[in-house]
């Protein structure tokens, strides 16, 4: 198998027991097989390799985003240098069709990505939120300047879709809602709520890392490292916080 001694950078699942898998060079699938017992338990899975296609990338560089699209049955992969490539499932062909970060020359830490509205989001440490435009190619940002503030901070740890054409950025201090214009959606605005620790809790870590929106109940939960996990219903635009004492 080509999961030995290489390393994961991302897990994708399909469906009927399919995993897609990325290392640092190369997109595998996997099917799962499972096995089970008398009473139809699961007792330990197998994972086969059924599919290996190798990326051609620079001299230390490395896939590490992978997001789907339906409409054109493709992958699209981004590299820790801003490459993104497309590769159309069922073929062996992959094209790299944008540089996202400059020339492509320097590091670009990546921690999520999505397909949603015509574009690739892309969230990064430092740089705020990349997107690319789909149908134009043309790639713009959602980050904080001097000259104006758009996010609760520029280590954005993931974007969530939540409906309408609007969006959730979970950053380092808070979080940051973004809407996009319905009739032209490279223009947005942003609201930004920053995180509520008070000065007595100061000491918690409270970086915001990760989030899961549910559509049906419309409650979002956001986890931290070390300030517990944040909930905020949006039908009522209510806030708390759950953590250990």
């Not at 994961?8 to 799962?32: A, D, E």
């Not at 320097?106 to 999520?112: E, K, M």
Request: glycine share 6%; hydrophobic share 35%.
């Amino acid at each position: 198998s080509d999961l030995r001694k290489s390393e994961i950078m991302h897990l994708y699942p399909s469906v009927n027991n399919y995993i897609w898998v990325i290392t640092s060079n190369k997109l595998l699938l996997f099917q799962i097989i499972e096995n089970k017992d008398n009473n139809n338990s699961t007792q330990s899975i197998k994972l086969k390799q059924v599919h290996s296609l190798l990326f051609h990338l620079n001299k230390s560089e490395s896939l590490a985003q992978i997001c789907y699209l339906p409409s054109e049955n493709s992958f699209y992969l981004l590299s820790d240098r801003g490459h993104l490539f497309r590769h159309k499932i069922g073929t062996s062909d992959v094209s790299r069709i944008s540089s996202i970060y400059g020339d492509g020359s320097h590091n670009l830490p990546t921690t999520s990505m999505i397909i949603a509205d015509g574009f690739v989001w892309v969230s990064t440490i430092d740089q705020g939120i990349i997107r690319y435009h789909i149908q134009t190619g043309t790639v713009d940002s959602i980050r904080d300047t001097s000259l104006k503030r758009v996010l609760s901070h520029n280590d954005v740890y993931q974007v969530l879709p939540i409906g309408n054409h609007q969006y959730l950025a979970v950053t380092w201090s808070g979080y940051t809602f973004i809407a996009l214009d319905k009739n032209n959606s490279k223009r947005y605005i942003t609201t930004i709520v920053e995180n509520p620790l008070s000065s007595s809790q100061h000491y918690l870590e409270n970086r915001m890392l990760t989030g899961y929106y549910d559509a049906n109940l419309r409650m979002l939960w956001i986890g931290t490292r070390g300030g517990g996990v944040n909930y905020v219903d949006l039908r009522l635009q209510y806030y708390n916080v759950t953590r250990q004492v």
